[in-house]
């Protein structure tokens, strides 16, 4: 079992940055691929980043390349979100993820372990 506490969160104004964090119980976390997925109201959740277990391979929205950069450090069990630039279309919950196997996936509905969610939001 594995238990994620994303923080981080908060009210920027636009073209600040903010690092979300994602710490993770569970011996096994380090072989997990992991995602971040963000939710706005009235909207569905929607993928952000996604990274492999060991680190080497991610992929993002497009919204978000070139800003945002997923990382992980398997030795502390946290998953990272660096988002730079940050603008009012970013403003959502934020949601870190895991998955059992071996590859990332862009599907909310492939994730297996979720946490509760941090909010971010950015003002004009």
């Known amino acids: 079992q594995v238990q994620l506490v994303e923080s981080g969160g908060g009210l920027v104004q636009a073209g600040d940055s903010l690092r979300l964090s994602c710490a993770a119980s569970?011996?096994?976390?380090?072989?997990?691929?992991v995602g971040w997925f963000r939710q706005a109201p009235g909207k569905e959740r929607e993928f952000v980043a996604a990274?492999?277990?060991?680190?080497?391979?991610?992929a993002y929205v497009d919204s978000v390349k070139g800003r945002f950069t997923i990382s992980r450090d398997n030795a502390k069990n946290t998953v990272y979100l660096q988002m730079n630039t940050l603008k009012p279309e970013d403003t959502a919950a934020y949601y870190c993820?895991?998955?059992?196997?071996?590859?990332?996936?862009?599907?909310?509905?492939?994730?297996?372990?979720w946490g509760q969610g941090t909010q971010v939001t950015v003002s004009s």
């Open positions: 990274m492999d277990w060991s680190g080497v391979s991610t």
């Open positions: 569970g011996r096994t976390f380090n072989t997990y691929p």
């Open positions: 993820a895991a998955r059992l196997g071996t590859l990332y996936s862009r599907d909310a509905k492939q994730y297996d372990y």
